[in-house]
DNA sequence: CTACAAGTGTAGCACTCGCTACAAACGACT
DNA sequence: AGTCGTTTGTAGCGAGTGCTACACTTGTAG
């Protein structure tokens, strides 16, 4: 079995239980393989979690610029729901816990996963930029600034406050 | 040795090791004492990690407070720019890496960690509310917005695209 | 047919994990 | 002095960890 083969269970299972702190057995199972041929494949377990992160961060990219709608918002705020929208998605939530556990380990330095999340956020910010209202005045800070505001609403429903969010964004202008 | 006097010790260490996966023999070594008495103490380990999040999130405030300035700022802009600078500081780094931590917890349904992090975005945002522009035409809505700006922030500092939030930043009218 | 490399199963090593059983020391109170 | 509840040390259990040694099969190329 090749690590092509073996990366689509063993990223339903991290989704499912978690990355940081995954072990190679159960790991393994998911996949329908040992511990023994993780390691035989991946060399060790760092390097598992590695690939799977690559290969993770494909998936979501892709799964992302598929479910974004084609046409520009008209306004900002329309912008923002365009993105919260399709990330609050029960399907994407998975996605949405791992993101917080990449977070959280390139906050402590983790330089593969904080390499992930950096290319995350370039994804989303060239999708911003390219879908600002046709009318913004300033569509390059304007992206940036609402790709703030996108990961803070995210982080505040994480923490169930999205009524804070919601209430900021209406504060929005535009 | 009571709890009281073991907290500060375990508290350091976690700020220093992470809290989410802590484990009780190096937690009980940092506080001189053995894993035995922190179960008897605590009851178990999440009794301990319940214990350590409550004394972590009151240094947390107290130190925040403290370090906040108490007069107001004559701009939107400004007064995010009052909170990044003090959450910037390195001595708080410890405290952001735990942050980012309790989100990861929270967003996997970790009930004890919701709670604490939802205490802090109420307490933050109380300051916000408090410490908006004199002139400001929607203090409420202005303060949420500015939450939400500011932890958005904070996650793009965490995964080194400060550049983001401080583009966003400044895109920000006010 | 043979030789060799890639792949795989079994077993196990040395270690850490949370937690517990048991017993001893200790101080306060009668 | 004796009793009792609180605190602590020692030792260890059963499970899980990453990883390795060794033997074996399999597919392929000469």
Redesign the pocket.
């Known amino acids: 079995?090749?690590p092509e083969t073996l990366l689509p269970p063993m990223a339903a299972h991290v989704l499912e239980h978690g990355i940081s702190?995954?072990?190679?057995?159960?790991?393994a199972k998911a996949a329908g393989?040992?511990?023994?041929?993780?390691?035989?494949?991946?060399?060790?377990?760092?390097?598992?979690i590695d690939a799977l992160l690559e290969y993770l961060a494909k998936l979501y990219e892709t799964g992302l610029d598929s479910s974004l709608p084609e046409q520009r918002a008209k306004n900002r705020r329309e912008t923002v729901r365009q993105i919260l929208d399709v990330t609050s998605t029960p399907q994407l939530q998975p996605f949405m816990r791992l993101w917080w556990e990449v977070v959280a380990a390139s906050a402590t330095g983790n330089e593969t996963f904080r390499r992930s999340a950096a290319a995350i956020m370039g994804t989303l910010l060239d999708w911003l930029e390219a879908h600002m209202p046709e009318d913004d005045p300033d569509p390059r800070g304007g992206a940036r600034l609402l790709l703030t505001l996108i990961e803070g609403s995210q982080l505040l429903d994480a923490v169930g406050r999205a009524d804070i969010a919601e209430a900021g964004l209406a504060a929005l202008e535009g």
């Open positions: 079995m090749s702190g995954v072990s190679l057995r159960p790991l393989t040992s511990d023994r041929m993780l390691i035989y494949h991946f060399g060790n377990r760092q390097g598992a």
